[in-house]
């Protein structure tokens, strides 16, 4: 089973900067999206940023301009470089690859543990 495994989470001051990774344990046969969530305590998750299989990225309209999402797939690993950050910006992130394991396979879901970040001074 791959498994997704996050880092760069924290405490930053307003305006600060930090950068998620999520690599995979393993290798999957083809990937079709790699999205980053966040949970804000008492909220629902939600779509934070989205690069699919062809490049194309897309963005939630509170992040747009402040948050890059990115990749590596020689090491099937994402990226999200956040600037400017905000105290509203204070959440679980989650990674999720929507990937298929084999040819025959049906797209799966995968999803990381989570990385808290923090914005407060």
């Known amino acids: 089973q791959v498994q997704l495994v996050e880092s760069g989470g924290g405490l930053v001051q307003p305006g600060g900067s930090l950068r998620l990774s999520c690599a995979a344990s393993?290798?999957?046969?083809?990937?079709?999206?790699m999205d980053w969530y966040r949970q804000a305590p008492g909220k629902e998750r939600e779509l934070v940023a989205r690069?699919?299989?062809?490049?194309?990225?897309n963005y939630a309209d509170s992040v747009k301009g402040r948050f890059t999402i990115s990749r590596d797939n020689s090491k099937n690993t994402v990226f999200l470089q956040m600037n400017s950050l905000k105290p509203e910006d204070t959440a679980v992130y989650y990674c999720?690859?929507?990937?298929?394991?084999?040819?025959?396979?049906?797209?799966?879901?995968?999803w990381g543990q989570g990385t808290q970040v923090t914005v407060s001074s």
């Open positions: 999720m690859f929507r990937a298929t394991m084999n040819r025959w396979d049906f797209a799966r879901d995968y």
């Open positions: 393993g290798s999957f046969f083809a990937i079709n999206a």
């Open positions: 690069i699919t299989g062809t490049g194309s990225t």
